[in-house]
């Protein structure tokens, strides 16, 4: 029964992100990248892992792809206004787009299936355990993504600052 749930919310998934990149809509991709976020958070659940699962719908799907999808409908995106893309970008990114492709592949390749869904593990995802790696085996990573957090935190109240000399 997991497995099955486990392919259910991998197509989910899959689909509504390839959905995300082809919708011409804006307002849809944000929409199919919220489904992505919630079956995400499903995988999360079936690791046994409901505290990430919370917080991943919770931060992902209930903050900032709320704060998108605002962002997205004051923007005014019509046609007249979006450049037109040239050839040579077109294949460029094309190519950029291939490199990423082979890359995500040549990463799944190294990973065994069994391991994404095995379930041996039952209490990786509660929340004591996690606190104790994430500030034991995983302290550099998190103080430098606290760093990561203030440095955009101070670039966004700069831009978004008013330049009143000008």
Do not use: C, W
């Not at 094309?94 to 039952?122: H, K, M, P, Q, W």
């Amino acid at each position: 029964m997991t497995v099955y749930l486990f392919y259910l919310l991998s197509f989910i998934a899959i689909i509504s992100a390839l959905m995300v990149v082809i919708s011409k809509n804006p307002v849809y991709s944000v929409l199919f990248l919220i489904m992505t976020f919630f079956a995400i958070a499903g995988h999360y659940v079936l690791l046994n892992a409901q505290f990430l699962a919370a917080v991943h719908v919770i931060v992902y799907a209930g903050a900032i792809m709320v704060l998108f999808l605002y962002v997205i409908m004051m923007m005014n995106f019509n046609k007249e206004a979006e450049p037109s893309k040239t050839v040579f970008s077109q294949i460029i990114a094309t190519i950029a787009g291939g490199i990423l492709l082979i890359t995500l592949v040549g990463a799944i390749r190294i990973y065994d299936i069994e391991f994404a869904i095995s379930t041996n593990a039952t209490s990786i995802g509660l929340i004591s355990n996690l606190g104790k790696v994430l500030f034991s085996k995983f302290l550099l990573p998190f103080e430098i993504s606290s760093l990561l957090f203030l440095a955009a935190m101070t670039g966004v109240v700069l831009l978004g600052k008013n330049n009143t000399h000008s």
